[in-house]
């Protein structure tokens, strides 16, 4: 029974299942429209633990403990805004079904306090929620267009670190 329920919580991640919903022109369900997570795009985390080993590596083990890198808690927003950003952003349609089935429980409010890797690491947030879904989005589209993906995905990187 715990293995059947992580199995379909780990089926169900949101940016990959809009946009396959998007793309393959299927319904999309959502379990918990109005829960709050901490929305990130993948560059920001990485950059955490680029600062870290850097850090590691000049000031050694005083860096080696547990770190947070998570958004600033102004861009929480709720699945459901999410949903809205990313279908704005692609500019195509989205088919939204309304979720009746049970889900186990989840909390409705999640977030990761960075306050100390902002305070020890010089660590900080680039971009805005928005800002996150766009760069995915744009990915995503350029990956079904069939574009050079190892040249896009090098742009998008360079551009993050230029911010």
Known sequence: MRKEVLRRMVDKVLIPDIVKAIYQNTELSIRNPNAVR???HVLEPLNGYIL???KLMSEGEKF???W???PNNTEAVPVKDIVKQAVSV???KLNLKDSYEQHPHEAR???LDSSKA???LGWKQKLTTYEAIKLTMEWY???YKKDKMDAFTLKQIKEYEEK
């Open 118 to 120: 902002i305070r020890n």
């Open 109 to 111: 409010y999640l977030m």
């Open 38 to 40: 901490p929305w990130q």
């Open 52 to 54: 870290l080993a850097e």
């Open 141 to 143: 589209d350029a990956f």
């Open 64 to 66: 080696a403990e547990a």
């Open 90 to 92: 692609s500019g195509k």
């Open 68 to 70: 947070n890198f998570g």
